[in-house]
T-cell receptor, first 114, second 114 residues
Framework: KAGVTQTPRYLIKTRGQQVTLSCSPI?????VSWYQQTPGQGLQFLFE???????NKGNFPGRFSGRQFSNSRSEMNVSTLELGDSALYLC?????????????FGDGTRLSIL | GESVGLHLPTLSVQEGDNSIINCAYS??????FIWYKQESGKGPQFIID?????DKRQGQRVTVLLNKTVKHLSLQIAATQPGDSAVYFC?????????????FGKGTKLSVKP
């Protein structure tokens, strides 16, 4: 079974731009979550989508948004980029809706803001 | 909720020795816990999980212990190998692992000396 796939792996943007990151979950998984990883703050939960609906949301500003498609693939968008948005963005998937289901992560998209 | 914390940021062990990585959590409502391993340039990799109705769970060379009284979690790695060198994260969830909104600890870097 293929794992979680994230594209692109690396991205360089400038302040004020916007960016869209993509995530393809493990086949059959309906839950997709996004996390931001930085050296200072560690791994922080952004949001989770399940069956095309946002089910949980972390404590991030509205510039961070996402969506999920009918095939469970998900995209994350960040508008008006700031220097502090430089981070590794990780996507994780799980079957969703049942207990004891660990999330499985992709290798992330490294976003650098100049 | 409060984030899960770790006592030690780095741990250096000799190859063949046993390793113990500790984690303290603060949310007494958390009922599902996971350990992840993250190697350089990769996303977190699932190691082992445990529900709050258990005290101990064993996997291949790994054991997770949960002490709910003092809100403490530990990961024991037997016969540590160079390939175990990585950053280890504990994560908690309050929905029995049915939803994808994990709270992560800051991580412990494990260095294995040959």
């Amino acid at each position: 079974k293929a794992g979680v796939t994230q594209t692109p792996r690396y991205l360089i943007k400038t302040r004020g731009q916007q960016v869209t990151l993509s995530c393809s979950p493990i086949s059959g998984h309906r839950s997709v979550s996004w996390y931001q990883q930085t050296p200072g703050q560690g791994l922080q939960f952004l949001f989770e989508y399940f069956s095309e609906t946002q089910r949980n949301k972390g404590n991030f500003p509205g510039r961070f948004s996402g969506r999920q498609f009918s095939n469970s693939r998900s995209e994350m968008n960040v508008s008006t980029l700031e220097l502090g948005d430089s981070a590794l963005y990780l996507c994780a998937s799980s079957p969703g809706g049942t207990l004891n289901q660990p999330q499985h992560f992709g290798d992330g998209t490294r976003l650098s803001i100049l | 909720g409060e984030s899960v914390g770790l006592h030690l940021p780095t741990l250096s062990v000799q190859e063949g020795d046993n390793s113990i990585i500790n984690c303290a959590y603060s949310n007494s409502a958390s009922d599902y816990f996971i350990w992840y391993k993250q190697e350089s340039g990769k996303g977190p990799q699932f190691i082992i999980d445990i529900r709050s109705n258990m005290d101990k769970r064993q996997g291949q060379r790994v054991t997770v212990l949960l002490n709910k009284t003092v809100k403490h979690l530990s990961l024991q790695i037997a016969a540590t190998q160079p390939g175990d060198s990585a950053v280890y994260f504990c994560a908690e969830n309050t929905d029995g692992g049915s939803q994808g909104n994990l709270i992560f600890g800051k991580g412990t870097k494990l260095s294995v000396k040959p």
